[in-house]
């Protein structure tokens, strides 16, 4: 086995030749069975999910919060609402659909503008007023939804990219993941679009995710695929280095998620608007693992040590404070 | 604390499945193996007689009770119109048959099915153990001659068996130069008579003495009739005797129908009366043996088993049984391995089909109909149909190439086509949508990748759930389902990495 020379082979080289668990265990990677069995299970009472798995109902509560969210244009609930749907959104030039109980990014479509009596899709595509219909009728009969059960669309305000994020990402807006766990941020990453994902933030789509540096703010490498990357697939921008701009509001929004919805381990969704600033985007009750290759550090240490800590701060800017000190104590380990 | 309250859950269950599993397999005998066999005897009594004129029917038959050595499986009666009563008075068990008027020849049966069994031997308590002496049934001339023979033998012998066994040795060495001997042998020459004359004589020595009948078990043996022979009172208890030999014991499978000296069939109202033995030797399921001498003991646990369910109920659960077995295994490949299949359980389902289809057969039936429907499914979505009627559309496709699918094979004269009725439809309908789902949206490499899985997982619940061992098991002991359960319960605890995990993280494991 050829190690070569990255931070990471030098943990690597400091370890004894064990097995791969032993060295999964080292690393502190968080497996599937152990972030659902010691951490959603335990933490994520399930009478509050329907609180993060209803879209509209996470949105009106962060309004109620004061928390930044896309303005909400207009929500399609029965099918007969779907004749009236060009003159909904006549006043609009570009937005996105959604399904309101929507997972793993399925079922969104982010109309960019029009051409004609066209809508212009973020891949290019052109789809005509049918067409809408039919996906958002799709979205009504629970197509996209856990469980196929009937859901509601909800149509929003199309985020405008911020420009920090202009060479990396190719048709679509990063997002900005963080795990946050008894309210205090443990790891973040900004997923950014490929062309394979089509224009869309998930990494099983084929976004690319890079791990960013918690204090700092500092993007660090990428992950495409799981395998490492140093540069943007399409547009071949450098993904390491790139300071996310107003990062300590976002860690602070984050913290506040938990306080919103009062679940102990989730993962928050942010997205840069140009003119907005941050604007939370939806809360995941279970949040994906990939962000470990991302951010290349597991989870599990930095888990571990909060669950022992007895008293966690009640005030968010006091969790923020201990997620930057703990986080830097595990950098300098 | 959720790991500890589980962990005593499971430990627990686990006791308790194990306890009542040896229970069951050591004091009721439940075959561990589904290949135990064990070998039941059926001795058939023909009994034949002609009915007198303008007279009453009683018939009385002797029956075997509780033969030492073996259980009885079942025994009835085969009689019509005939009232039927049981006595047991200790030492004898008659059938009792009585008709108040009938004419011409009449055949009754009497039917016993028995295994060998050494376990349960007869409690000296069931057996009357007060034994008489009767005299006075010898000749006198024969009575001096038994005399003068028996002081000789007992100048000669230690104790009652030495005492016997040189008595009848004496007695069958036939030395024609011996006159008491001859004596003893006149009018004596039918074995029943021999046997007669050998207790009368053991009477005369005061040792308490009786004639006993004995079928002899001989597969395939027709017309057989009751062989007598001989046992005297030790003391302690009934010893068998060879009449011709004076071996001790009775002879090699054999059993002790009825005792003393009377005969086995007791006619009145009839003549020409007689019985006739059949004996046939088959192999039966040690479980269905176990059950019935189970019940026989009166154990609570038997009668409230899965035995006591209706045959096709049982074949139900036969199957039903295994599922969680199927389960076990998807846990195993969820939680441990990682594959994704569609459907939790949709592989179960599909293995139950194979169970009828065979594997092979199974697994191309599958495939055709998977990509069939798949391409039907993709033009339906040119359509832009509604969910719930695209689903059902579905499903109406799947079970019209389910027909078509039988009728070509049918005609091509493959008779394992017609099993593709037996596909789960709905599971198959739901299978091609969310593969065609997936298909769109994550490409189809990963949507013959989770069809893959599924069919492989579906295929290793058909290997696992088709195991005789494991139907066996899960059957005759339901009670390891516990042990699964408890399993479960601790795979629900699982915090360790899933095999598939090492492959997703090949970049932090192994970093380049």
């Not at chain 1, 996310?244 to 381990?265: E, F, T």
């Not at chain 2, 036969?318 to 441990?336: C, K, T």
């Not at chain 2, 599924?454 to 059957?475: C, I, K, R, T």
Request: hydrophobic fraction near 45%.
């Amino acid at each position: 086995m050829a190690i070569q020379g990255s931070d990471m082979a030098a943990m690597m080289l400091a370890m004894p030749a064990r097995t791969p668990w032993q060295r999964l265990r080292k690393l502190g990677i968080l497996g599937m069975n152990e972030r659902n069995a010691s951490f959603v299970l335990p933490y994520n009472p399930r009478k509050n999910y329907p609180q993060v798995d209803d879209k509209r109902l996470t949105k009106s509560m962060a309004i109620q919060f004061g928390l930044p969210v896309p303005e909400q244009y207009a929500v399609i609930e029965i099918e007969h609402q779907l004749q009236t749907l060009e003159d909904d959104l006549a006043a609009y030039e570009d937005f996105v659909v959604k399904p309101s109980h929507g997972s793993g990014g399925g079922g969104i479509l982010i109309v960019e503008g029009r051409a004609g009596g066209h809508y212009r899709l973020s891949n290019g595509r052109l789809i005509d007023s049918g067409e809408l219909a039919f996906h958002i009728s799709n979205i009504l009969s629970g197509l996209f939804s856990l469980g196929g059960v009937p859901d509601a669309a909800v149509i929003e305000y199309r985020v405008c990219q911020d420009p920090v994020f202009e060479q990396v990402s190719y048709r679509g807006v990063p997002d900005i993941r963080v795990i946050v766990f008894r309210g205090v941020p443990v790891l973040a990453m900004v997923r950014l679009p490929t062309r394979i994902s089509d224009g869309k933030a998930n990494l099983h789509q084929g976004a690319i995710g890079v791990g960013i540096d918690l204090v700092t703010g500092m993007t660090r490498r990428g992950v495409w695929h799981e395998t490492p990357v140093h540069a943007h697939p399409d547009t071949g921008g450098v993904l390491e280095g790139i300071m996310i701009p107003n990062w300590y509001d976002i860690l602070l929004m984050s913290a506040r998620c938990h306080d919103m919805v009062g679940l102990g381990y989730i993962g928050v969704d942010i997205v840069l608007d140009r003119a907005l600033g941050p604007l939370m985007l939806e809360i995941n009750a279970r949040p994906g693992l990939n962000i470990q290759l991302a951010g290349h550090r597991g989870l599990v240490h930095g888990l571990n040590a909060l669950r022992d800590l007895d008293n966690i701060p009640q005030k968010a800017e006091d969790r923020v404070a201990l997620a930057l000190e703990m986080y830097a104590g595990s950098r300098q380990a | 604390m959720h790991d500890l309250h589980v962990r005593v859950l499971a430990t627990v269950l686990v006791l308790a499945a194990l306890a009542l599993c040896t229970y069951k397999a050591i004091w009721l005998g439940l075959p561990l193996m589904p290949t135990d066999k064990a070998e039941v005897w059926t001795v058939e009594a023909r009994i034949e007689f002609k009915a007198r004129h303008n007279q009453a029917i009683k018939v009385s038959f002797a029956l075997p009770r509780l033969p030492e050595g073996f259980t009885v499986l079942d025994e009835n009666f085969v009689a019509s119109d005939y009232g039927l009563t049981t006595t047991d008075d200790g030492v004898r068990r008659y059938a009792q048959w009585a008709i108040r008027e009938t004419h011409g020849w009449q055949v009754l049966y009497y039917r016993i099915q028995l295994t060998r069994d050494n376990q349960v031997a007869m409690p000296l308590s069931m057996e009357k153990t007060d034994v008489m002496l009767d005299r006075s049934n010898l000749p006198d001339a024969a009575r001096s001659a038994a005399r003068a023979l028996l002081n000789e033998v007992r100048s000669k012998s230690a104790d009652n068996t030495s005492f016997v066994r040189e008595l009848l040795s004496r007695l069958n060495a036939r030395s024609q130069s011996d006159n008491n001997i001859g004596l003893l042998h006149q009018d004596a020459d039918t074995p029943e008579k021999w046997v007669h004359r050998l207790k009368s004589i053991l009477v005369e020595a005061e040792l308490p003495a009786r004639m006993v009948y004995l079928v002899v078990l001989k597969d395939g043996l027709n017309r057989s009739s009751l062989l007598p022979w001989l046992q005297y009172y030790d003391g302690e208890r009934w010893q068998a005797l060879n009449p011709d030999s004076g071996e001790s014991g009775l002879p090699r499978d054999a059993m002790i129908w009825t005792v003393g000296s009377e005969p086995a069939l007791d006619l009145m109202g009839g003549k020409y009366g007689h019985v006739e033995y059949s004996i046939k030797k088959h192999s039966q399921d040690m479980t269905r043996i176990a059950d019935q001498r189970a019940r026989q003991m009166g154990s609570r646990i038997m009668e409230y088993s899965l035995f006591s369910l209706p045959v096709q109920t049982q074949n139900v659960y036969r199957v039903l049984l295994l599922i969680p077995v199927g389960a076990f295994l998807i846990v195993l490949l969820r939680n441990v391995v990682g594959i994704d299949s569609f459907g939790t359980f949709m592989p179960i389902l599909i293995a139950l089909a194979f169970r009828e289809t065979e594997l092979l057969w199974g697994v191309s039936l599958f495939c055709l109909l998977l990509g069939l429907g798949l391409a039907l499914r993709f033009y339906l979505e040119y359509l832009k149909l509604l969910l719930v009627p695209r689903l059902a559309s579905v499903l109406v496709i799947v079970i019209l190439l389910m027909a078509m699918v039988s009728i070509v094979t049918n005609k091509l004269g493959l008779d394992r086509g017609l099993s593709v009725a037996l596909f789960p439809m709905v599971i198959m309908a739901m299978t091609i949508e969310r593969m065609s789902v997936v298909w769109d949206e994550r490409g189809a490499g990963e949507a013959v990748k989770q069809g893959l899985g599924s069919l492989l997982v579906a295929v290793m619940s058909y290997l696992v759930m088709s195991s005789q061992y494991l139907a066996h098991w899960v059957f005759v002991f339901p009670e390891l389902l516990l042990l699964l359960l408890a399993m479960m319960l601790l795979l629900g605890r699982y915090t360790g990495y899933r095999l598939t995990e090492l492959w997703r993280f090949r970049a932090v494991i192994w970093p380049r």
